[in-house]
């Protein structure tokens, strides 16, 4: 009997905990992976010199994999529009992660992350294949965004809103927001949300169902993906094996000491999903676990035009995690945040340009970075899987 592709994935997420252990112990002579992973589990923020090499050992491991999966079964070439088989819409919260390597080797996916799962112009969902392409709006417990849409829109926070976070919870409808219950308000923004994709999808006459799940830890170390449907819908097969990653990872890191109860994280990325072929995802390219890194999406593909400018609204979420009143993800921000930014992109001359864009974007970005010095420029190579930093 042949060794199919199926048998493969199968094999590699039974064996995926084990293996990355035995990976890891070859650093531990360096102790190079037991200082990084300790500095994790009490909330600090790691050396970024350390960091950086910690980052690229992850990266190496995903890179075997590609490169296994690529000799038995030949290279897996970067989707073009039209042909990813998931596409979903992420909060940037570091603790949201249901995705492992060997899902992206099954099919092209893509992810996208905005504050608050908001899809406001839902382009993550436009390159979806026709025919068997599926979106998924996936929300999560204790979500900030959502929390802040709630204060705002029940007169708890009070003065003049930024363009950056009006842009958040302005597309959190006030009916929405307003819901005090953790756990509904996360459920019913996934709905609303998952609806404003269906509705933008509509207008192109594209067809192609988005569906809205959450992420739950609200009776940790219980971690679970609600099917959040209300069209009496059964729950798409592929929320399933999210839900078997979901508890895979944080697993995991559980047993290094983690918990998702607080949001940490050692670095934000700066990063454009479009750009990046195959394997979109950071976490996936440098093989981290849940409550790690803070994914921020931006638009690099215009960047070379004089008129770019960048998101508000993603600005806002760097700001927020590391910057804004000092930063308030664990990690990257607070006093003793490392305030560590990487730019990740395939154009060298692109991560340079969005680099100054975002030092001239806020003068707690400049001073806090001391003027870029914790910005990290990583170039990404998408047929290998390599990240190269730059300087």
């Known amino acids: 009997m042949s060794y199919t592709k199926t048998d493969y994935l199968s094999e590699g997420r039974k064996q995926y905990a084990d293996k990355r252990a035995d990976f890891y112990k070859k650093h531990a002579d360096s102790g190079l992976i037991e200082n990084v992973a300790k500095a994790i589990s009490k909330r600090k923020s790691p050396d970024i010199s350390e960091l950086k090499r910690y980052l690229l050992a992850g990266n190496e491991r995903t890179m075997a994999i590609i490169s296994d999966f690529s ?119 996934a709905r609303i949300q998952s609806m404003s994709a269906s509705a933008l999808l509509d207008s192109r006459n594209l067809g192609n169902e988005v569906h809205p799940v959450m992420l739950t830890w609200e009776n940790w170390p219980i971690v679970d993906i609600l099917w959040c449907s209300d069209k009496k819908v059964a729950e798409n097969a592929a929320v399933t094996q999210m839900r078997e990653n979901l508890k895979l990872l944080w697993g995991i890191a559980k047993d290094q000491g983690r918990s998702p109860e ?42 070379k035009d004089p008129s770019h400018t960048l998101s508000s609204s993603a600005v806002g979420s760097l700001r927020y995690a590391g910057f804004l009143d000092g930063g308030h993800v664990a990690g990257v921000g607070g006093k003793e945040g490392n305030r560590h930014v990487m730019i990740l992109d395939t154009d060298p001359e692109v991560i340079s340009d969005i680099k100054l864009k975002l030092l001239r974007s806020s003068s707690d970005v400049a001073s806090l970075t001391n003027n870029g010095q914790t910005i990290t420029e990583a170039k990404y190579l998408p047929e290998s899987g390599k990240v190269e930093f730059i300087g």
Not at 103 to 122: C, N
Not at 278 to 296: G, K
């Open 71 to 189: 000799k038995t079964f030949g290279a897996l070439e970067s989707p073009k529009p039209g042909e990813y088989h998931i596409a979903e819409k992420e909060c940037v919260d570091a603790r949201a992660t249901s995705s492992t390597i060997f899902d992206t080797l099954e099919r092209p996916m893509i992810h996208e992350r905005t504050a608050a799962s908001v899809v406001r112009k839902g382009s993550v969902f436009f390159v979806l294949d026709p025919v068997v392409g599926v979106g998924f709006v996936k929300t999560h417990y204790g979500c900030g965004g959502e929390g802040v849409a709630h204060d705002c829109h029940s007169n708890k926070m009070l003065g003049k809103l930024g363009d950056d976070v009006r842009a958040i919870v302005e597309s959190v409808p006030p009916a929405i927001a307003l819901i005090k219950d953790k756990v509904r308000r996360s459920q019913w923004n």
């Open 262 to 303: 607080k949001q940490y994280s050692h670095t934000i990325v700066y990063y454009d999903p479009f750009r990046l072929g195959r394997f979109n995802l950071p976490r996936t390219i440098f093989d981290l676990l849940p409550n790690e890194m803070f994914c921020v999406t931006e638009d690099f593909r215009s960047s």
